[in-house]
T-cell receptor, first 115, second 115 residues
């Protein structure tokens, strides 16, 4: 089974801190994604990556950056956390292999609170 | 551009009653369709998917969905729900043969099963 793990389930940070959210997948997937989930808004794509060191902006990239130095690891960085970044953050991965149809596999999520 | 609409933000239902969660999509090309489920404080897991072929798709936990191309819908159904089905359900669409590997998600429907 595909396993996507996220470094923390719950995280509390202060305004202005630099925050790192880590995601690791063990199935050699090419694509990795970061979403934030807020009530009534569903999942919104922050950034995604289709290869090592490659990244593309999603729908809401402002205030975030990402890093993908190794294929299995995709990090989300909040350069200076703000209270409006309090949210649930979900990482996902998917394969480029034919027959996978862009199905995504999700981690358990990190609930981030910024005080 | 693709989009997904889940008109019902919340669906209350009594245990053992049938339920239908609605999903409509818009796309000018052929699509792949997915339903994901998110139990409280967990990530998303795949419930079922439509890729091609039979328009009636069966998934896990007794759920099924029917693809209707003329109505651009992919409604999720279960004939008899259990308390344990209480969760948020997300419909998603992917572009057939497209250059992007992204999924477009609806805003989710909270299924609240009452005893």
């Amino acid at each position: 089974d595909v396993k996507v793990t996220q470094s923390s389930r719950y995280l509390v940070k202060r305004t202005g801190e630099k925050v790192f959210l880590e995601c690791v997948q063990d199935m050699d997937h090419e694509n990795m994604f970061w979403y934030r989930q807020d009530p009534g808004l569903g999942l919104r794509l922050i950034y995604f990556s289709y290869d090592v060191k490659m990244k593309e902006k999603g729908d809401i990239p402002e205030g975030y950056s990402v890093s993908r130095e190794k294929k299995e690891r995709f990090s989300l960085i909040l350069e200076s956390a703000s209270t409006n970044q309090t949210s649930m953050y979900l990482c996902a991965s998917s394969s480029l292999l034919a027959g996978t149809y862009n199905e995504q596999f999700f981690g358990p999520g990190t609930r981030l609170t910024v005080l | 551009a693709q989009s997904v609409t889940q008109l019902d933000s919340q669906v209350p239902v009594f245990e053992e009653a049938p339920v239908e969660l609605r999903c409509n999509y818009s796309s000018s090309v052929s699509v792949y369709l997915f339903w994901y489920v998110q139990y409280p404080n967990q990530g998303l897991q795949l419930l079922l998917k439509y890729l091609s072929g039979s328009t009636l798709v069966k998934g896990i936990n007794g759920f099924e969905a029917e693809f209707n191309k003329s109505q651009t819908s992919f409604h999720l159904r279960k004939p008899s729900v259990h308390i344990s089905d209480t969760a948020e359900y997300f419909c998603a669409v992917s572009h057939y043969g497209g250059a992007t590997n992204k999924l477009i998600f609806g805003t989710g429907t909270l299924l609240a099963v009452q005893p």
